[in-house]
Nanobody
């Protein structure tokens, strides 16, 4: 089992920045690829970014590429999502998740956090 707890969400104006953190506990963190997903009201959960086991590979959705950066610190068992140039359409609940393989699809992820709200005002 892997337990995931997100933090760092909040209210920010358009153009601002936030950094989300996801702290893991349980099984060996470096055995898992990590991903960030988001779900806006009335919409399906969507992929945001993923990072491989030691951070060598990263993948981003087109909507956040160039604005968001995913990173991880295996010693701290934490994955981060640095979000810059935020837009109102980035408003959503953001979830981190853990998977055994480097994937961008929801069904590849076995463990999920409870989510953290990000609200971007115009």
């Amino acid at each position: 089992q892997v337990q995931l707890v997100e933090s760092g969400g909040g209210l920010v104006q358009a153009g601002g920045s936030l950094r989300l953190s996801c702290a893991a506990s349980g099984r060996t963190f470096s055995n898992y690829c990590m991903g960030w997903f988001r779900q806006a009201p009335g919409k399906e959960r969507e992929f945001v970014a993923a990072i491989s086991w030691i951070g060598r590979s990263k993948n981003y959705s087109d909507s956040v590429k160039g604005r968001f950066t995913i990173s991880r610190d295996n010693a701290k068992k934490t994955v981060y999502l640095q979000m810059n140039s935020l837009k109102p359409e980035d408003t959503a609940v953001y979830y981190c998740a853990a998977a055994e393989n480097f994937r961008a699809t929801i069904d590849a992820y076995d463990y999920w956090g409870q989510g953290t709200q990000v609200t971007v005002s115009s």
